[in-house]
């Protein structure tokens, strides 16, 4: 009898403790017509419109302008002093394909061997990670979900960040594939007896080759040349007639350079992400119209030689150069640094690109390099009610305090498991 008492209490005390903790349930359908008035309005396109109106229903866009022009319906939302901003967008991010790094069965990003094309990140994406929860009081509602590993990680695909499944969250499916390019240096292996340092990587055209056969055979198989099914193969043919995107990832200058040559051999649609030496090849970026996703503005520098604020001004050269410019924030700890992207922008505002500009580098640049811009990146009509409403200037973590949040006109709750572990403790310390 006693055992049975305990077993029943320990999955009641199961039960209560998942449920304390548990997802929010994603916000319902908008039910009825919603204006923002009265708020400094951050298009997303570099203009700006004080004591605006922004009126939605039905998930999407349909008034904007300012005040005394444009007319209000349904329920106010009084934002006087505030601001409103487009929903921000995090690329290559690994939201939601691992929970825990310690633990083995919550890691989906990275699958075993190293030509990958037909794994799709998305059907491994949860909705319920605490972790893409605590993206959206910081603003960003939106992200490319980009698995790891391998020379061909995967492939893509763009999610909207509160929904009860997979399905609910695909904004666009399979909108990329990822290639992680040869890098043409190497460190040597001290282990092995090798000098220490940088040195030529000698496999590196070997590497390019590899590459490079891998889609002469893919070209061969999807024009007719078919033996058996070969699923690595089916899955590019997406970059092969110009539906996807070919995401490189790369960081030198010949790398770069290289990856553009193969671009253009093999008329692919070209994304370079990453980018460290890319504005050392800006003017060749410019005139292939290739954008960049630069990688970790907060990153130090990498030679001893270069400046100490390189990363922090790189934006502003690429752009200054002409380049569609992406800000991405990819690497250690990445999915909880994920929350830091509109501090990332900010920093580059404060090295000398214009604030609006900033803001463009998580917003319309990165929905154009996605191919998402017809649905969001920018508050304009007929697009998507995927915006917030911030306290203060949404790229300074002193300011960044959001008030409202929408995703298709939704009003999202902005708890968190942290906001509600702080509510406890504050509560505690403060005799409540």
Sequence with gaps: MKKHIYIYTLCLTVLFSSLSFAQQTPAPKQAETISIVGATAHIG??????????????????RIGAAGSTQTTGKVIDAKGKHVYPGFIAPN?????????????????????????????????????????SCRPNGILTA?????????????????????????????????????????????????GEPRGLRPNKNYSKQTQEIQDLFNDAKSY???????????????????????????????????????????????????????????????????????????????PQMDDEDYDLSYKKAKILTDAGVLVGLENSGQMERMNTRN????????????????????????????????????GTLEVGKDATLFISEGDALDMRTNILTYAFIQGRMLSLDTHQTKLWKRYMNKFEGK
């Design 45 to 62: 396109n570099g203009q700006v419109i004080e004591n605006a109106v922004i009126v939605f229903e039905n998930g999407k866009i349909v």
């Design 93 to 133: 991010s690994t939201l939601g394909l691992v929970e825990v790094d310690a633990v083995r069965a919550t890691r989906d990003q990275n699958e075993t061997g190293s030509i990958n094309p037909h794994i799709r990140s998305l059907i491994a994406y949860n909705t319920e990670s605490k972790v893409v929860e």
């Design 144 to 192: 490319q979900i980009t698995p790891r590993g391998g020379r061909v990680s995967g492939t893509s695909s763009v999610v909207q960040l509160d929904a009860w499944n997979w399905e609910d969250a695909a904004i666009k499916t399979d909108d990329g594939i990822h290639l992680n390019w040869p890098n043409n240096f190497t460190f040597g292996r001290w282990w092995l």
């Design 222 to 300: 999807l024009n007719g040349a078919k033996k058996a099914k070969h699923l690595p193969f089916e899955a590019m043919s997406g970059l092969m007639n110009g539906s996807q995107k070919l995401f490189v990832h790369v960081d030198t200058e010949k790398g770069i350079l290289d990856a553009i040559a193969f671009a253009k051999k093999n008329n692919l649609k070209l994304v370079v992400v990453g980018g460290y030496h890319a504005h050392k090849v800006a003017t060749t970026l410019r005139q292939n119209n290739i954008p960049v996703l630069l990688h970790r503005t907060h990153s130090v």
């Design 341 to 376: 992207l509109p501090f990332l922008a900010g920093t580059v505002a404060a090295h000398g690109l214009d604030k609006e500009k900033a803001l463009q580098l998580i917003t319309s640049n990165t929905a154009k390099i996605l191919g998402i811009d017809n649905q969001l």
